[in-house]
C-alpha cells in the first residue's frame, strides 16, 4: 500500500516565506538570503513527508509565487513589456510579472478555481517564441535526491497551462490558446528528458481542467498532448493528477484512455460522482490515486470512513494499484496544529492541518496494508463521536430562523433607481463620486497596538486612544485629499473575515493558522465549527465615532455572508447554504444597527461571491440563487434613503452579471484594472445596470503609482458604456497592504482625474 501527498503549503509553519519575500522586495535583504530560506523550507518538507513513511513525495510544487507564473517562466512565456532578452528567467522579470514596477503594470491575477488562491495569468499570442527559460523543477529533484528523499517533480499540465490562459493584449479574443499546443510540447519534452536524465521515476502532471465543463476539442487537446508526449515519457511512471470536483463521464473516458499514463488521481472528497466512475469503469493494470483527506479544509478524516471506501477500490484497481492521496494540494489547508498551543483542546482534537493530513494519509495506507495503528484509530473515532454530540455545535433558535428564511425571497420595497434618486437628495454627492473601498494602509505601529491589547500589554483605554488617532488620521488624509465618499480605514481589523468571526458565536480561531492567497500575501481562515450568531453589536462603536469626526458620508464597512463562509474552514456536517444563511441574519442585525447609529451609507463587501461558483455549470444556478439571497437577507429591512453598497475583486464577473445586479445593492465597486477592463465588456454587450458601479480604477495590488491622465483615461472607457449619473471612481479593492507614500501620490491622482472629467462632463452640457 502506498501513500501520495498532491502537493504542500510553501509559507512556512511561521510564515517564514513571506517575511523573506517582503524583506527581499523592501532591498532590506538580497537574493541569497531569500534563496536560502526557501532551501531550509523545502529541505524541511521534503523531510517531515519522508519521516512520516510517504512514498509518492512531491517536488516542484514549492514557489516564490505562484506555481502558474512558474509554469510561464519555464515556457519562456515572458510579456514583451517586462523586455527579458533571454537566458534563465531571475527575480527581476518574475516579480516584475507577478507585482508590476515602477513603470509596467503586473500581468492578470485571478482565482485559482473555486479557492481562494489567486493565480498569475499567462498571456499568449501566435508571436510568442516558447523556449526552456526556467529549469527550476530538475533543480528542486536534484536538490531533494542529495537530500536523500525521492520525489515525484510535479509540473502545470500543458493543456491545462493554455486553456487557463487568456490571448494577450492587442491579441484577438477569438485566438485559439490550444493553437499553441505544439508550440510549448517541445519545451515539455525538454523538462521531461532532463528529469529522466536526473533519476526521476515518476512524474506528475497537474490537470485540473479535467473537471471543468469542456467542449469535444479541447478533450481531444488532452489526447493529442499525451500522445505527443508518449515517447519522451517512455520509462517514466505518469501521473495526471485532477481535484476541486468530480471529472465528468466525458472527461473521465479522455483522461483514463490517455496514452503514456500510468496512474490517475482524483479529488474523491468533492467528487463523489467519479467515485461511481471509478467503480464502473477503471482501466486495469493502471494505479489510481485515491484523493481522501480533505486538502481544502481542516476537519480531522473519518478515517473508519475513509478506509471502508479504499476496501472497496481495492476491489477494483487491485491492492499493489492502489495509493491514498489528499484530494488536492494541501497549499489551501493551515500548515500545522503543533503551532496552536492555545486553541480550544476540544475544537482542537476536531481538526487536522497539513502536517497532520499527512499522518492521516500514511495511517490509511498503513491500514490498508494489513498494519492498522488502533491508537491513531480509535482517538479519531472518539473525536468523530464528540463533534457530532457536543452541545456547542447546536443553537435551535438559529436553525429555526435560518430555516424559515428558504421559502422566501427578501427584496427591498422600492427599484434601486428610486432608491437612488432619494439617496442623492440626502448624500448631494458630485457626478463621478470618489470613494475608497474601506481599508488604508496597516503601519507597524498600528499592528503594534493591536498586538500588544490582544496580549493585554495596553488598556483597552489606551487601545481606544490609538485607534481614534489612527481613525482621526485616515478622515483628514480624505477630506484634504477631498473625497466624497469616506471611510474610517479599519485599523482596529486584522482581517476583514477574522475580525467578524471574532465576534460571532460558532467560531474559533487559530494562532497560525495561515493560508497563501497571493505571493506573499496570507490569510488566517476563521473556523466555523457551530451554528452561527450575533451576541452585541460590532462596528457601530468605530462607524460612529468616525462619522463623527466628518460631514461627509462614512461608510460602515461590514464583510458580507457569502465573504465570510468562503473565507472560512466551514464546517462540514451541514450543507454550506443553512451556515450562509445564519450568517446573513448575524449581518442584517449589524446593518440595522448601523442605521440607526445614523450611517447613511453601509458597504457589505462580497468579495468572494464569484469565487465560491462551482466549477460545473448544472450546479450555478442552486449556488447563485442562495448566495444573492444571503446578500438581500442583510439589507432587506432599510430605508430608501440608506445607500447599499457592495464589493467584489479578482474574479472573473462576466458570467454571472444578471446575478450581481439580482443583488440588489445600490452600488457595487468591482475590480476592473488589472483584469485589461474586460469587465467593461460586458456593458459593451448591452446589458444594461441600473445602478451605481464603480470599476476600479488602478491597480492596488502593485507599487505602481498611476499617473493622473491614465486614471482619467480608463474612465473615459467607462463612461463610454456607463451613465456618467451611475458611474464611481475608486481604487479597485482596500489599501490595507500599500504604504503611504504609494497610496497618497495615487489617490491624488484619482481625485484629480474625477475632477477632470467633471468639468469635461459640465462643459458638454
Known sequence: MASHIVGYPRMGPKRELKFALESFWDKKTTAEDLEKVATDLRSS?????????????????????????????????????????????????YFSMARGNATLPAMEMTKWFDTNYHFIVPELGPEVKFSYASHKA??????????GVETVPVLVGPVSYLLLSKPAKGVDKSFSLLSLLGSILPVYKEVVAE?????????????????????????????????????????????????????????????????????????????????????????????????????RNIWANDLAGSLSTLQALEAVAGKDNLVVSTSCSLLHTAVD???????????KSWLAFAAQKIVEVNALATALAGKKDEEIFSTNAAAQATRKSSPRVTNEAVQKAAAALRGSDHRRATTVSARLDAQQKKLNLPALPTTTIGSFPQTVELRRVRREYKAKKISEADYVNAIKEEISKVVKIQEELDIDVLVHGEPERNDMVEYFGEQLSGFAFSANGWVQSYGSR????????????????????WSSMAQSMTSRPMKGMLTGPVTILNWSFVRNDQPRF????????????????????????????????????????????????????????????????????????????????????????????????????????????????????????????????????????????????????????????????????????????????????????????
Open 45 to 93: 518538507i521534503w523531510k517531515q513527508m519522508a519521516g512520516a513513511g510517504i512514498k509518492y513525495i512531491p517536488s516542484n510544487t514549492f514557489s516564490y509565487y505562484d506555481h502558474m507564473l512558474d509554469t510561464t517562466a519555464m515556457l519562456g512565456a515572458v510579456p514583451s513589456r517586462y523586455n527579458w532578452t533571454g537566458g534563465e528567467i531571475g527575480f527581476d522579470t
Open 522 to 541: 496570507c490569510v488566517k481562515p476563521p473556523i466555523i465549527y457551530g451554528d452561527v450568531s450575533r451576541p452585541k453589536a460590532m462596528t457601530v462603536f
Open 138 to 147: 530538475v533543480k528542486e529533484y536534484k536538490e531533494a535526491k542529495a537530500l
Open 337 to 347: 496544529l503543533v503551532n496552536e498551543p492555545k486553541l480550544d483542546k476540544e475544537i
Open 195 to 295: 528529469l529522466k536524465a536526473a533519476g526521476a521515476s515518476w512524474i506528475q502532471f497537474d490537470e485540473p481542467t479535467l473537471v471543468l465543463d469542456l467542449e469535444a476539442h479541447q478533450l481531444e487537446a488532452f489526447t493529442q498532448a499525451y500522445a505527443e508526449l508518449e515517447v519522451t515519457l517512455s520509462g517514466l511512471n505518469v501521473l495526471v493528477e485532477t481535484y476541486f470536483a468530480d471529472v465528468p463521464a466525458a472527461a473521465y473516458k479522455t483522461l483514463t484512455a490517455l496514452k503514456g499514463v500510468t496512474g490517475f488521481g482524483f479529488d474523491l472528497v468533492r467528487g463523489e460522482k467519479t467515485l461511481e466512475l471509478i467503480k464502473s469503469d477503471f482501466p486495469s493494470g493502471k494505479y489510481l490515486f485515491a484523493g481522501l483527506v480533505d486538502g
Open 578 to 765: 443553512e451556515t450562509c444563511y445564519q450568517i446573513a441574519l448575524a449581518i442584517k442585525d449589524e446593518v440595522e444597527d448601523l442605521e440607526k447609529a445614523g450611517i447613511t451609507v453601509i458597504q457589505i463587501d462580497e468579495a468572494a461571491l464569484r469565487e465560491g461558483l462551482p466549477l460545473r455549470k448544472s450546479e450555478h444556478a442552486f449556488y447563485l440563487d442562495w448566495s444573492v439571497h444571503s446578500f438581500r437577507i442583510t439589507n432587506v429591512g432599510v430605508q430608501d434613503t440608506t445607500q447599499i453598497h457592495t464589493h467584489m475583486c479578482y474574479s472573473n464577473f462576466n458570467d454571472i452579471i444578471q446575478s450581481i445586479i439580482d443583488m440588489d445593492a445600490d452600488v457595487i465597486t468591482i475590480e476592473n484594472s488589472r483584469s485589461d477592463e474586460k469587465l467593461l465588456s460586458v456593458f459593451r454587450e448591452g446589458v444594461v445596470y441600473g445602478a451605481g458601479i464603480g470599476p476600479g480604477v488602478y491597480d492596488i495590488h502593485s507599487p505602481r503609482i498611476p499617473s493622473t491622465e491614465e486614471i482619467a483615461e480608463r474612465a473615459k472607457k467607462m463612461l463610454a458604456v456607463l451613465e456618467s449619473n451611475i458611474l464611481w471612481i475608486n481604487p479597485d479593492c482596500g489599501l490595507k497592504t500599500r504604504k503611504y507614500a504609494e497610496v497618497m501620490p495615487a489617490l491624488t491622482n484619482m481625485v484629480k482625474a474625477a475632477k477632470i472629467l467633471r468639468e469635461e462632463l459640465a462643459s458638454a452640457k
